[in-house]
């Protein structure tokens, strides 16, 4: 009976241990400062962008320049905003430029955007088990993005989560400052700007809104400024360029489209083929599929709100932590679904959403196969054929996210019901 006794008292022990998320999250913090720093020692770095950067913003920093057209590094030129310019300004500064300081910084930026999405998820989702945020350790190109290849992207995301946070805690201010700081170092961050707004018309209302966006624009003009002054279209044509063409060879999610690709010298800095993949059409279709889709969710936001009449007249129901969460989320996913065009790196635009996503995507499904949705998605997010994708990688990442859609847009009706009686 003492052993029994014992034993048990250990299983339970063990059992609340997993679902805390104050010893979960510990553990995992620890866990990631030992790999990361055995990802430094033992992992050969590799050489993208990192000297490009430092080429972009040194003119900046040691000469003045102010003219964007001639700032460019080995890869091309700039096409990053004013905050990229300012951050890796300071990231040179603090670097000097060498790369193993530069790693124990994004070491650092990693582990810091887990704690600020561990408190996200603690925040939203009371009934999302602690033990799952493991999955959030696991990416094997995810810990590349960040330790091995130091990309924008991770600072990026570091901000736009922070914003993620301060929204879903109802501080706007804060969380319009943040997605202004994420904006002006990457315009990926752009992907959740309805969400933002529906947020604002809802918990704000629609005048109060207006100075809420007019505060993002003003941030984006302020971290712009010396170049906007030089020569502003230039600076926009550049930053914010919305029609940009990426190569196909690099293309993680549209692959399997149709392309023919093209000679060797004929290929430009940006294409590789002509077809389907590349035209004008496509980019303008998935633009049109992406609206298409958003629209379709935010008439159920809308409707939780108390529907269209409550918005206008500033009677809007408040969103709860979680259908925040979700209407920012869903904003940002639909928006990678639809992309022409994802590289690897862009992987960290919407990994740590993912089981937030898969979680109530799939919520009547046994645990398994939403651990398995996880994996296949992190399979598409590898090297299928030598450095790159493949078709069959494209396709199967097209359908997870496709299917992945269907089933967030049917299975969040619950949340919608459950949170209506809650605030009721």
Same mark, same amino acid.
């Given at each position: 009976k003492a052993t029994v006794s014992v034993l048990y008292c250990t299983m339970e022990t063990i059992r609340k241990g997993l679902s805390s998320w104050l010893l979960v999250g510990l553990a995992l913090v620890c866990f990631e400062v030992v790999l990361n720093g055995i990802i430094i020692k033992k992992v050969r770095y590799t050489e993208i962008d990192w000297k490009a950067y430092m080429d972009e913003v040194r003119p900046v920093v040691e000469e003045g320049e102010r003219n964007y057209s001639v700032l460019r590094g080995e890869t091309g030129p700039l096409v990053y905003p004013g905050g990229f310019v300012a951050l890796y300004g300071a990231i040179r500064e603090i670097t000097g430029e060498e790369v193993p300081a530069g790693q124990i910084l994004f070491a650092g930026i990693y582990i810091t955007m887990f704690l600020v999405c561990c408190?996200? $998820?603690?925040?939203?989702?009371?009934?999302?088990?602690?033990?799952?945020?493991? %999955? @959030?350790c696991l990416s094997k190109r995810i810990h590349s993005i960040?330790?091995?290849?130091?990309?924008?992207?991770?600072?990026?995301?570091?901000?736009?989560?922070v914003a993620f946070y301060f929204f879903c805690n109802k501080r706007f201010l804060l969380g319009c400052l943040f997605f202004s700081v994420s904006l002006s170092i990457k315009m990926n961050a752009i992907l959740v700007l309805p969400g933002i707004l529906l947020l604002l018309v809802v918990h704000k209302g629609p005048f109060k809104s207006v100075l809420y966006l007019l505060f993002c624009v003003g941030f984006q003009a302020l971290a712009g400024y010396p170049f906007l002054q030089h020569d502003a279209g230039a600076y926009l044509g550049a930053s914010f360029n919305f029609g940009r063409v990426f190569k196909?060879?690099?293309?993680?999610? $549209?692959k399997w489209v149709p392309c023919e690709e093209l000679l060797?010298?004929?290929? %430009? @800095?940006?294409?590789?083929?002509?077809?389907?993949?590349?035209?004008k059409e496509f980019g303008l279709g998935m633009l049109c599929l992406q609206l298409l889709v958003l629209s379709v969710f935010a008439l159920r936001w809308?409707?939780?709100?108390g529907g269209p009449l409550a918005l206008l007249l500033n009677r809007a129901t408040p969103y709860t932590p979680r259908q925040c969460l979700l209407v920012l989320l869903t904003c940002n996913f639909v928006g990678i679904c639809f992309a022409r065009s994802l590289h690897f790196q862009f992987y960290v635009w919407y990994y740590h959403s993912l089981p937030f996503i898969v979680w109530y995507a799939l919520q009547p499904f046994h645990l398994v196969f939403k651990l398995a949705m996880l994996f296949l998605i992190e399979l598409c997010w590898n090297p299928w054929h030598g450095e790159s994708s493949s078709y069959e990688s494209s396709l199967l990442l097209t359908s997870c996210h496709a299917l992945l859609l269907v089933l967030l847009w049917w299975n969040?009706?619950?949340?919608?019901?459950k949170e209506k009686h809650k605030i009721e």
């Amino acid at each position: 009976k003492a052993t029994v006794s014992v034993l048990y008292c250990t299983m339970e022990t063990i059992r609340k241990g997993l679902s805390s998320w104050l010893l979960v999250g510990l553990a995992l913090v620890c866990f990631e400062v030992v790999l990361n720093g055995i990802i430094i020692k033992k992992v050969r770095y590799t050489e993208i962008d990192w000297k490009a950067y430092m080429d972009e913003v040194r003119p900046v920093v040691e000469e003045g320049e102010r003219n964007y057209s001639v700032l460019r590094g080995e890869t091309g030129p700039l096409v990053y905003p004013g905050g990229f310019v300012a951050l890796y300004g300071a990231i040179r500064e603090i670097t000097g430029e060498e790369v193993p300081a530069g790693q124990i910084l994004f070491a650092g930026i990693y582990i810091t955007m887990f704690l600020v999405c561990c408190a996200v $998820y603690k925040t939203t989702s009371k009934d999302f088990p602690p033990l799952l945020l493991v %999955t @959030l350790c696991l990416s094997k190109r995810i810990h590349s993005i960040f330790i091995l290849r130091l990309f924008n992207d991770a600072p990026t995301m570091l901000f736009l989560w922070v914003a993620f946070y301060f929204f879903c805690n109802k501080r706007f201010l804060l969380g319009c400052l943040f997605f202004s700081v994420s904006l002006s170092i990457k315009m990926n961050a752009i992907l959740v700007l309805p969400g933002i707004l529906l947020l604002l018309v809802v918990h704000k209302g629609p005048f109060k809104s207006v100075l809420y966006l007019l505060f993002c624009v003003g941030f984006q003009a302020l971290a712009g400024y010396p170049f906007l002054q030089h020569d502003a279209g230039a600076y926009l044509g550049a930053s914010f360029n919305f029609g940009r063409v990426f190569k196909r060879k690099w293309s993680v999610n $549209y692959k399997w489209v149709p392309c023919e690709e093209l000679l060797p010298g004929q290929e %430009t @800095l940006l294409e590789d083929c002509v077809g389907l993949f590349s035209s004008k059409e496509f980019g303008l279709g998935m633009l049109c599929l992406q609206l298409l889709v958003l629209s379709v969710f935010a008439l159920r936001w809308v409707r939780w709100a108390g529907g269209p009449l409550a918005l206008l007249l500033n009677r809007a129901t408040p969103y709860t932590p979680r259908q925040c969460l979700l209407v920012l989320l869903t904003c940002n996913f639909v928006g990678i679904c639809f992309a022409r065009s994802l590289h690897f790196q862009f992987y960290v635009w919407y990994y740590h959403s993912l089981p937030f996503i898969v979680w109530y995507a799939l919520q009547p499904f046994h645990l398994v196969f939403k651990l398995a949705m996880l994996f296949l998605i992190e399979l598409c997010w590898n090297p299928w054929h030598g450095e790159s994708s493949s078709y069959e990688s494209s396709l199967l990442l097209t359908s997870c996210h496709a299917l992945l859609l269907v089933l967030l847009w049917w299975n969040t009706a619950s949340i919608d019901e459950k949170e209506k009686h809650k605030i009721e």
